[in-house]
């Protein structure tokens, strides 16, 4: 998620859960070719399973991209169909491309060239005009012709006229019925059903109807809804015993990345929805915000310290 999620964000997680499927926020395939690689693509092992996110209109371009981010052993790559924002729009990606669906399946089989990696696509149940299940089902069975290895679905529409990103996350009405249908009229397709997921029990309601099931929003901000997930999918306990555990696996990673030049608050912030709905989230939070020292791993553990024990120690649920 741009802004948001990152190589910090992914790492704390995996001390959440090893068995989902990451996820890198979009990266444009104008910067990976022309942009420092390095800054953009590299991760930590213990990231993955993780998918390489691009965003891009020009198969040329996106091909090469993906080519040029294979020495990164990505797990997948996979294509923005769904950013609405006008950014975005301009330069004709993200969501728009859901009116080109020839176009999609050229770029699809252009990426699928150039990695042995699954390829996969997200989008929209459709945009402005293109809104009905129609024009989906129109949009995915074109794009199939290519031979993508996954659809994620997000169940909303995008108005791409009027609205902004985040109103598109939110106003536009959850449709997903309209992604069971997708998954009974093509059940040979691999079907990711997001949009407004917010636990591990809904998710598995919507895993009765479809393949997989992606969360976003809900992921950062109350990270230890996922702390169940291994345990859902393949009958592993959480890496972690406790959010105490989890937290505190971050204090050497803090400090190695303060020793290369990063500062802890880029770490920090993404490990604030930790205690959310426990005794002492505000505690945690307010502890961990403002101006952090350059190395705040020390301050963290003061402040982890001085959390209820009962929250630091509830297992995982
Ligand atoms: C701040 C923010 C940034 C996002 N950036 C991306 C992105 O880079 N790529 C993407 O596919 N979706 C992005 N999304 C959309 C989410 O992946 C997801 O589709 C959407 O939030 C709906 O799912 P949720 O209700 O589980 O969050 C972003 C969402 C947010 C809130």
């Known amino acids: 998620m741009m802004d ?3 190589r910090h964000y992914r790492y704390f997680m ?3 859960t090893r068995r ?6 979009m990266i444009s395939t104008a910067a990976i070719v022309h942009g420092d690689r390095a800054w953009l693509l590299d991760f930590d092992p213990e990231e993955r399973p993780l998918a390489l996110q691009v965003g891009g209109s020009d198969p040329d371009e996106i091909g090469r991209a993906v ?9 997948e790559v996979n294509l923005n169909v769904g950013c609405p924002s006008d950014r975005v729009q301009e330069r004709g990606l993200g969501a728009c491309l859901m009116a080109s669906p020839d176009l999609v399946a050229h770029i699809v ?7 042995d ?13 293109l809104d009905r299940y129609e024009d989906m089902y129109r949009f995915v069975k074109t794009v199939r012709e290519a031979g993508p290895d996954r659809f994620t679905v997000h169940a909303r529409i995008a108005w791409l006229e009027g609205l902004s990103p985040k109103e598109n996350r939110t106003v536009p009405p959850l449709r997903y019925e309209d992604v069971y249908r997708l998954k009974r009229e093509m059940p040979d397709l691999d079907i990711e059903i997001n949009g407004g997921i917010r636990t591990l029990d809904d998710a598995d309601m919507h895993r009765r109807h479809v393949d997989k099931v992606m969360i976003g929003r809900a992921a950062y901000e109350t990270p230890w809804v996922m702390s169940t997930a291994d345990m859902r999918i393949a009958a592993e306990a959480c890496p972690s015993e406790n959010r105490l555990s989890a937290a505190e696996r971050m204090i050497p990673y803090i400090e190695r990345f303060h020793a290369a030049g990063t500062p802890s608050r880029k770490i920090i912030r993404h490990m604030l929805g930790l205690f959310a709905g426990m005794p002492g989230a505000r505690q945690w939070r307010q502890g961990l915000s403002g101006k952090l020292p350059e190395n705040a791993a020390p301050l963290l553990a003061e402040v982890l310290r001085r959390m209820p024990r009962a929250s630091c120690e509830a297992p995982p649920a």
């Open 20 to 25: 989902t499927l990451l996820y890198t926020e």
């Open 67 to 75: 080519a040029a981010a294979e020495p990164w052993e990505y797990d």
């Open 117 to 129: 990696k699954p390829v996969t696509v997200k989008h929209r149940i459709g945009i402005d005009h």
């Open 14 to 16: 995996r001390g959440i």
């Open 4 to 6: 948001w999620s990152d």
């Open 109 to 115: 089989e252009r990426m699928k060239r150039n990695t």
